[in-house]
């Protein structure tokens, strides 16, 4: 939201503060400074003295203006909207301006077409003022040539209101924050609460409410008005925070809703067909817009309706058939409350946002909607002229507003921390627009976010100021807990896999239903997805049943943007439903490994790619106990595997890994192969020891024995690590598989066997072993393995 500096020295005097103060003012108030904006130096208004053709060129003047300088300066300007006598922003040489896309140009002195021009007289679009323009700002005419332009529009802040917030999403919300937080008193009425229009039940002719959605609305009829041009007092306010001055009487409405927060509508009366009727739309109706666009309707939307048709969508925009135009005369001004959670349903629904249905989905106070009306009133009477009716046309009942919230002062002190008197925490809550009364606060109807008595101790420390309490150690020792257990474990994986130079990926929970045929985790545990019963869009309609499927998306579009040797992690919940339909969530790890082993340099101009193997290894590095990879049969992936820890009755399965299938790889712009492993965090966490160990070198030399032998082609290597590593001999250290060896063909071996090579390391701890027992050691491992596989040694 924006809000004019000038705008809120209309409320409250701030020239003692810089916009620095301020702006530290505002952040520390808890309301985010999103960026500020002020016009640049070398920026003054100026008169135009005479306007002449230029000599060689019909599209173009020559001017001559008065800058406050003493004499004139001539501008070559191409606009036409303008009179001689008019006052412009004028652009000195030396002004930098925007020029767009965080772009900018300076002005200089030159020759247009062969005249000399000192300057640029500007529109509103070119100060930063407008989206878009058709000429020179034309200015008041009481400013003085000479004058900066950014004393006529003084700095704007963009703000980030919090939802919690509707209440500063006004000039006058805002003004009473900074007024408390600063001390000083605030000028004019705080509040719109009170009115001292006369008000009657509305007949049922008049305005009628068929749906809860509207609890409290009123209208007011003003006859005889004037549509016209608004007066330069209202188009600079407007222009300030970026609106586009339209009539007199849409410039009102959003006038008031700037200033106060409400929204207000008015409908040319002689367009209305019968009384108001605030309804639920036909299944199906129709609604042209404001906007120039037609809506279908649903029957959860809330119309604002004469006898024959819609003419406004409920808190969200009017209707192009029923807006003010010059020739209008006579309208109703529109005041109302509207239940936020149906404002916001259609406004998603539609895609349809407008000032007005921002604030009323945050919610408006329902007790100011007569008092703001009565404003309007005023000025339209003002500016517009006319005659209003004497009395104000309500249905419904706004409410009684927020209860009232007890504090004790000294809970107050303690949760903050510090020793604040009593004074001064009843002061800083009076300021805030609360009334004592008895041991409780009346709270003040614009404060919907004021409701226990911990947002009142909240309150003090904020306008209190945090760095005026002292800084105090309240925290006790506590022992670690298996959530701390489990995060401690998870940052030492991602410290681990970052150091094996794995990127850590960040990924939506949400994915379509395509991707769900990238999934490995659903299908080998009888799981299914799980649905979004209200989806915000087609491509996030599914809660992610594993961590693979956005793993890939992520894949493909590096790949797409240069980067091809990829090696991606990514840690967090998955989603799935069991077959009796329980929604069940698990914490996975996922890995995805494609491109080249190694950096392609001078060293080694084509590196082999990656393959399974490689992905097997960064799994060995992050469980030490070892893992298996024990194929089974899925469609999903070539080489398919299940990652198991242990063997035998033992093995834990914490996983799945393969190869993505070439043909599903492409169309995802992956040309190399592509590894992929999923996690089940908890069975990893439960296998993996996490405590280091000791052990110290050996004292004696090792022997090394050499085994090959034939197997059958379809024995796993798996099932021979899981031989060695259960055999039981105390001089076996270390079994590795150095060569396997096929022969398609049979030329040289059988095509259904193959040949693996081991070699074996056999040490004693306390002495040096001779041959002759190494040779038996090696005798009865052969012996076992011949009984267990029925190999033949080469």
Same mark, same amino acid.
């Given at each position: ?42 920026l ?30 001539q ?5 036409k909207?303008?009179?001689v ?42 100060l ?43 000039? /006058?919300?805002? !003004?009473?924050?900074?007024? #408390?937080? =600063?001390?000083?008193?605030?000028? &004019?009425?705080?509040?719109? %609460?009170? +009115? ?44 300030s ?25 008015v ?34 939307? /809330?119309?604002? !309706?004469?006898?024959?048709? #819609?003419? =406004?969508?409920?808190?969200?925009? &009017?209707?192009?058939?029923? %807006?003010? +135009? ?13 239940n ?23 919610g ?13 009133t ?53 300021? /805030? ?6 041991? #409780?606060?009346?709270i ?5 976010d ?28 506590a022992?670690a ?6 995060y ?91 077959p ?122 090792g022997?090394?024995?050499d ?23 105390s ?64």
């Open positions: 939201m924006n809000v004019s500096l000038q705008w809120l020295g209309d409320h409250v005097d701030f020239s003692e503060y810089s916009i620095q103060q301020l702006d530290e003012l505002l952040t520390f108030a808890g309301i985010e400074v999103e960026g500020i904006e002020s016009l640049p130096n070398h003054v208004v100026a008169q135009i003295l005479s306007s002449e053709k230029h000599p060689d060129a019909e599209k173009l003047s020559v001017c001559q203006v008065d800058d406050g300088s003493g004499k004139p300066r501008i070559v300007c191409g606009a909207n303008y009179q006598g008019d006052k412009v922003p004028l652009a000195l040489p030396g002004c930098v301006l925007a020029a767009g896309e965080g772009k900018s140009f300076e002005i200089k002195e030159g020759k247009l077409r062969g005249v000399d021009s000192l300057g640029m007289m500007c529109s509103a679009k070119e930063g003022l407008a989206a878009d323009a058709d000429g020179l700002l034309i200015l008041s005419p009481d400013l003085k040539p000479g004058t900066p332009m950014a004393e006529v529009y003084p700095a704007v802040f963009e703000l980030e209101i919090t939802p919690n917030r509707p209440d500063c999403l006004s000039h /006058l919300g805002v !003004a009473r924050e900074l007024a #408390a937080l =600063a001390k000083k008193p605030l000028k &004019g009425r705080a509040h719109f %609460g009170e +009115t001292n229009t006369s008000a009657r039940a509305a007949k049922a002719d008049e305005v009628r409410l068929e749906s809860g959605a509207c609890p409290y609305y009123t209208a007011r009829i003003i006859r005889g008005v004037k549509v016209t041009e608004s007066p330069d007092w209202l188009k600079q306010k407007l222009i925070i970026g609106l586009r001055p339209i009539n007199n009487l849409v410039d009102i409405t959003n006038y008031v809703l700037m200033e106060t927060g409400q929204p207000l509508h409908f040319d009366l002689a367009k209305l067909e019968g009384g108001i009727v605030v309804r639920q739309a036909a299944e199906g109706e129709t609604f042209l817009a404001l906007d120039g666009k037609e809506y279908t309707l649903e029957a959860e939307d /809330l119309v604002i !309706a004469d006898a024959k048709k #819609a003419v =406004a969508i409920g808190g969200v925009m &009017g209707g192009e058939d029923s %807006g003010v +135009t010059e020739t209008t005369t006579d309208v109703l001004l529109e005041a109302a409350y509207f936020p959670q149906a404002v916001r349903r259609t406004g998603r629904r539609l895609g349809l946002h407008s000032d007005s249905s921002y604030r009323f989905e945050r408006v106070d329902p007790l100011q909607v007569a008092g703001v009306s009565e404003f309007a005023k000025l339209i009477l003002d500016l517009a002229g006319g005659k209003a009716d004497a009395e104000l046309v309500v249905a419904g009942c706004p409410g009684e507003g927020p209860q009232p919230v007890a504090l004790d002062n000294d809970y107050c002190r303690r949760i903050i921390g510090a020793e604040i008197p009593d004074a001064t925490i009843d002061g800083i809550l009076a300021s /805030l627009g609360l009334e004592k009364t008895g041991g #409780a606060w009346k003040p109807s614009f404060r919907l004021l409701v226990r008595p911990i947002d009142l101790v909240e309150e003090v420390a904020r306008v209190h100021g945090l760095d005026g309490i002292p800084a105090t150690t309240m925290a006790t020792f022992s807990s298996k959530a701390d257990e489990a401690d474990f998870l940052r030492s994986l991602q410290d681990r896999l970052a150091s094996l130079g794995f990127h850590e990926a960040r990924n939506l929970k949400l994915i379509s239903g395509a991707q769900l045929a990238d999934d490995l985790a659903t299908s080998h545990r009888g799981m299914s997805p799980v649905r979004l019963k209200n989806p915000l869009n087609d491509e996030q309609d599914y809660l992610r049943p594993g961590i693979v499927p956005g793993l890939l998306a992520s894949a493909s579009r590096n790949v797409r943007f240069g980067t091809s040797d990829l090696r991606l992690f990514e840690a967090g919940r998955v989603f799935v439903a069991s009796k339909g329980d929604e069940i969530e698990h914490e996975h790890l996922a890995l995805l490994m494609t491109g080249a082993r190694i950096h392609r340099s001078w060293a080694d101009s084509k590196p082999k790619s990656l393959d399974l193997h490689d992905l097997r290894a960064v799994l060995e590095a992050i469980c030490p106990e070892g893992v298996n990879f024990v194929p089974v049969s899925d469609g999903k992936l070539l080489c398919a595997c299940s990652v198991e820890i242990g063997s035998g009755k033992k093995a834990v399965k914490i996983g799945m890994a393969g190869i993505v299938p070439p043909a599903r790889a492409r169309e995802l712009d992956l040309d190399a192969p592509v590894m992929v492993a999923e996690l089940n965090l908890k069975k990893l966490m439960s296998v993996v020891k996490t405590e280091i160990r000791f052990a110290d070198l050996p004292k004696f030399p022997s090394s024995r085994v090959a032998m034939l197997v059958p082609g379809d024995l796993a290597a798996g099932e021979v690590a899981a031989f060695f590593e259960g055999y039981d001999e001089l076996l250290i270390s079994a590795e598989l150095f060569d396997v060896f096929t022969d398609p063909t049979g030329a040289k071996l059988a095509p259904d066997k193959k040949s693996l090579a081991y070699s074996l390391l056999y040490r004693a701890p306390e002495k040096t072993l001779e041959a002759g027992e190494v040779e038996a050691a090696h005798g009865k491992l052969l012996d076992s393995l011949k009984k267990t596989f029925h190999v033949e040694f080469r």
